[in-house]
């Protein structure tokens, strides 16, 4: 039966409700979360888990994170759960944390990709909360996006890419952070940092007394501009799909662009400091120059620009502090979107 053209639903009690019972009738719900949307299927049904991963198009292998209702739900998903998970979900739950822990034995491995362990998180939305409430297990869901695409931040988003592959979205407005969560691995050794988000490493670092491993390649620095601009491994964001996008140092935007212009590019900037001035053949968005308000509207900014068949992106490269850290690494990630 053909899914066709799913249209985004306002997420009111009767909705959310309906979206539960979907869920475990094995069928698919995207959902808000403050981070982005979510692709859901039941966390306990590993044909609805696999479900997930044929409407994104994402390698089985790429675990996902399982969304609980409660901190005292942990205990349903992990093996153990260790003192330093406690302590950090005291501290940031619901919100944008996803911890990894050692599974318990009877969690699927369609939900982990296989692994020993599990990701878990409680989201700080009132939809998604209500919707855990409501179907009562442990949500399974990535970004509601296709493999290697920007993740959604609106329900609009979701339906664009997914309507075909999808049984419900749920429309709760646009997401507050706008950024995928911080990613801990507390599964054994040192903790350490998998995915830099909007709760930093030092927040967590200040509730575990302990200094964080980190991942082990650090962000790419900016490449410069080539002729080669569409040679693969040299875009700045891979999964910006049509259009090429690049990151630009502010003193080097100007001529860039007066560079690009002359060789008659269609140009789409994303900038926040710099004022750069509009013409026929370059598109300006500026995004605010405050960290968590320049991520609110950055996936929905390269969105916009990507939609409109421009020959490359050029992206204000912002400065390279803590605060910018998530979007950095957002700014200089190849794949796994
Ligand atoms: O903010 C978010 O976390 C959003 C919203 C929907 O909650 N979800 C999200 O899911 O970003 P996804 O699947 O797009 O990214 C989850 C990341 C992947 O890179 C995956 O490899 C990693 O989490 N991950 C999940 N379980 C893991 C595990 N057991 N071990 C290591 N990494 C894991
Ligand atoms: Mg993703």
Redesign the pocket.
Known sequence: MSKNSIKPVIADADAINHAADLLRRGRLVAFP?E????LGADAGNPEAVAAIFKAKGRPTD????V?IADIDSLGDWAATVPEAALKLAHRFWPG?L?M?LNKKAGVSPTV??G?Q???L?M?DHLVALALLKSFGGGIA????NRFCRI?PTQALHVSEELADAVDMILDGGACRVGV??T?I?L?GGKPRL??P?HITQQQIEAVLQIELLTPSTPAAPAPEISEEIRAPGMMAVHYAPATPAMRCRAELLPDRIQHLTAAGKKIGVLNYRLDIAETGQVRILRLPEQAASYAQSFYTALRELDNLQLDIILIEQPPQTEAWRAINDRLGKAA??
């Not at 790429?62 to 994170?65: E, Q």
């Not at 869901?141 to 509601?144: G, M, N």
């Open positions: 979360t981070t982005v949307y979510g790429h675990p996902l994170i969304h944008p996803a990894i982990t990709g692994q362990t599990v990701g998180r989201p869901a990535p970004s509601a993740s995928e969560s990613i691995d599964s998998l995915r988000g796994a979107l």
